[in-house]
C-alpha cells in the first residue's frame, strides 16, 4: 500500500524508523544533561506530571528524516504547497513524565480525559490551511500503557462535518471532545523510537496516564499549508488530504465557500480572544 492510500484508509500513516536512532538518542541524552536528570532516579524527574521541554535544537525535516519529508510532500501535493516555517523538527519534547501513575489505568475509550482536535492558533473551517497534518514524532519507545497518546481514528467524518455546517469558522475553543461519543475505534500509540506518525488534523487525539516510570518523549509538529485547501478541483486532481475530507463526507466535490474571517497568530500561539461555540 502506498502512502497515499494508507492515509485515506486508515486517516493516519505509521513511518517505522523514520529518524535515526542515533539522532534520537542524542537529543534525549542532551536533554538530561541540560535538566541534570538522571533517568534511573525518579526522584530527579520534573514535579509535573506533563510538560513542554525547552527548544534548543532545531532540523530541517528532509535533514533528520528523508521518510517523513517524503511522506508529508506526498500527503499535502509537494513542497511549494507547504508552509516553509512548519519543516523543521525541533527538540520542544512533549513530556509525559507520570500522568496519572497512581491511577488505576484506564484505556481509550469515550470516557477518557483530554480529546481534542488541534490547532489552538487560528479560527476553524473545512479548508483551513494552518494544522495540515498532525505529526508524532517518537524520540524513545513507547510500549503499552507508558504514555503513548490516544487517538481515534473514526472521529474524522464526523469532525469534518460538523466543520461543513460551520462555513462562518469555529474557535479553536469548539470543544470537538463531543465527538467521541461517535467514535468506536479507540487507540493507543505504541511506537519505537525514530517512529512518525502522520495523522489527520482532524483526528481526536488524548493524553494516557503514565505509570511505567519511565518519561515519555514524542513530539507533535503541525505542519501547515500555504493556501486554503481546494475541494472543487476541475481536474479532479485532489491531495490526499483533500481527497480524505471528500472521502469523510462521502462527496465526490464540494462548493465549499467560507463566510467568516479567517484568523490566526503568526506566530503559532494560542488565540486568545476567540469565545467558545
Ligand atoms: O501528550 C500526549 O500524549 C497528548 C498530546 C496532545 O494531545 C497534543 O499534543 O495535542
Given at each position: 500500500m502506498n502512502i497515499r492510500e494508507e492515509f485515506l484508509n486508515n486517516y493516519l500513516v505509521h513511518l517505522k524508523g523514520a529518524l535515526s536512532r542515533s539522532l534520537c538518542e542524542d537529543w534525549v541524552q542532551d536533554y538530561f544533561t541540560r535538566t541534570g536528570?538522571?533517568?534511573?532516579?525518579?526522584?530527579?524527574?520534573?514535579?509535573?506530571p506533563d510538560l513542554f521541554s525547552e527548544r534548543s535544537r532545531t532540523i530541517p525535516m528532509r535533514e533528520a528524516s528523508p521518510m517523513t519529508w517524503d511522506a508529508v510532500c506526498e500527503l499535502l501535493g509537494g513542497?511549494?504547497?507547504?508552509?516553509?516555517?512548519?519543516?523543521y523538527f525541533n527538540n520542544s519534547f512533549n513530556l509525559?513524565?507520570?500522568?496519572?501513575?497512581?491511577e488505576v489505568w484506564k484505556g481509550p475509550?469515550?470516557?477518557?480525559?483530554?480529546w481534542h482536535k488541534d490547532g489552538w492558533f487560528f479560527r476553524h473551517f473545512l479548508?483551513?490551511?494552518?494544522?495540515?497534518l498532525l505529526c508524532l514524532v517518537i524520540w524513545r519507545d513507547i510500549q503499552p500503557r507508558s504514555g503513548g497518546t490516544f487517538f481515534a481514528p473514526d472521529s474524522v467524518p464526523p469532525i469534518c462535518r460538523d466543520l461543513l455546517a460551520h462555513p462562518e469558522g469555529l474557535p479553536?475553543?469548539?470543544?470537538?471532545?463531543?465527538?467521541?461519543?461517535?467514535?468506536k475505534d479507540f487507540r493507543e500509540l505504541t511506537a519505537e523510537t525514530g517512529d512518525v506518525f502522520i495523522l489527520h488534523p482532524f483526528m481526536l487525539h488524548a493524553p494516557s496516564q503514565n505509570p511505567c516510570g519511565r518519561i515519555r518523549f514524542m513530539n507533535n509538529k503541525v505542519v501547515s499549508l500555504n493556501k486554503p485547501m481546494q475541494f472543487n478541483q476541475p481536474d479532479g486532481n485532489y491531495t490526499a488530504l483533500e481527497a480524505s475530507i471528500l472521502q469523510a463526507l462521502e462527496v465526490e466535490s464540494l462548493n465549499f465557500h467560507i463566510t467568516g474571517e479567517r484568523k490566526r497568530t503568526e506566530d503559532f500561539s494560542c488565540m486568545e480572544e476567540e469565545t467558545a461555540a
Open positions: 536528570i538522571d533517568e534511573s532516579d525518579p526522584g530527579t524527574f520534573p514535579q509535573e513542497e511549494d504547497q507547504i508552509e516553509e516555517r512548519t519543516l509525559n513524565i507520570n500522568n496519572g501513575a497512581h475509550s469515550s470516557e477518557s480525559p483530554g479548508d483551513s490551511p494552518e494544522q495540515a479553536h475553543t469548539r470543544g470537538w471532545g463531543r465527538f467521541i461519543h461517535e467514535c
